[in-house]
């Protein structure tokens, strides 16, 4: 079991910029692929960043240009900067680990998840 903790969160203006940060309780997460997703209001819980354990990134369409998703391995930490926010970025943001390979797809089934941030972006 990899517990991890999500920090980070609040409310901005359109426009604003937030860090998200993620960390395992127990654990160093080299060698694991992990990502963000988001659960916007009313929505299905969705990746919106993933990194590989190589550094490797990919993005959803709506966020690219906006978000920067790295890793820290010597603070073993996860990060997410958001840049340009916008209101329908508003939402939970999650933070997925998964030991099981080094590259994970947009769809790839993420063995552990952090318990949530709220990131709310006001017009």
């Known amino acids: 079991q990899v517990d991890l903790v999500e920090s980070g969160g609040g409310s901005v203006q359109r426009a604003g910029s937030l860090r998200l940060s993620c960390e395992p309780a127990e654990y160093h997460l080299r060698g694991y692929c992990m990502a963000w997703f988001l659960q916007a209001p009313g929505k299905e819980r969705g990746a919106v960043a993933i990194i590989d354990s190589d550094g490797t990134h990919r993005y959803t369409d709506s966020v690219k240009g906006r978000f920067t998703i790295s890793r820290d391995y010597v603070k073993n930490t996860l990060y997410l900067q958001m840049n340009n926010l916008k209101p329908e970025d508003t939402g939970t943001y999650y933070c997925?680990?998964?030991?099981?390979?080094?590259?994970?797809?947009?769809?790839?089934?993420?063995?552990?998840w952090g318990q949530g941030t709220q990131v709310t972006v006001s017009s």
């Open positions: 997925a680990a998964d030991p099981r390979g080094h590259y994970c797809p947009f769809g790839w089934d993420f063995e552990y």
